[in-house]
């Protein structure tokens, strides 16, 4: 184990390196802004919705792991733009990559809410 903080003091700075994460995702990236606001609208509907715990949280989660998913994305990109400005095909591949896992979170999303939603509903 690397010397350090530890214990409580490093969950702590651990915290904070979090939300210093969250804060720079809002400020820079729309895509994060958006799928923040559609997490918060989308929660308390599948919390009001007479449906089984289990279908709730999967209703949720599917949401919250387009928000990981989009927060791993604009790592990538924030490091590929870092290194240098020139346009290189493996940068390129490694951003298309990432947006490839977003699109795919947000398809299960989707397939996930509308599976819920149509067992509900019909």
């Given at each position: 184990m690397?010397p350090?903080?530890t214990g409580l ?14 804060k720079?995702?809002w400020?820079?990236e729309?895509?994060f802004?958006?799928?923040?606001v ?18 709730k ?5 599917s949401?919250l792991?387009?928000i990981?998913?989009?927060?791993l ?13 020139e ?8 951003k ?7 699109l795919?979170?947000c ?6 809410w509308?599976?819920?939603l ?5």
């Amino acid at each position: 184990m690397k010397p350090g903080k530890t214990g409580l003091v490093r969950l702590i700075h651990a915290l904070r390196y979090s939300w210093l994460g969250v804060k720079a995702a809002w400020r820079c990236e729309s895509a994060f802004r958006q799928e923040i606001v559609l997490l918060l609208l989308l929660t308390p509907v599948a919390l009001l919705l007479p449906l089984p715990g289990i279908e709730k949280l999967l209703l949720i989660i599917s949401l919250l792991a387009v928000i990981v998913v989009e927060l791993l994305n604009s790592s990538i990109e924030a490091v590929v733009d870092r290194i240098g400005t020139e346009i290189h095909p493996l940068s390129g591949q490694a951003k298309d990559m990432g947006s490839a896992a977003v699109l795919f979170t947000c398809l299960i999303a989707l397939l996930t809410w509308s599976y819920v939603l149509f067992n509900y509903f019909f």
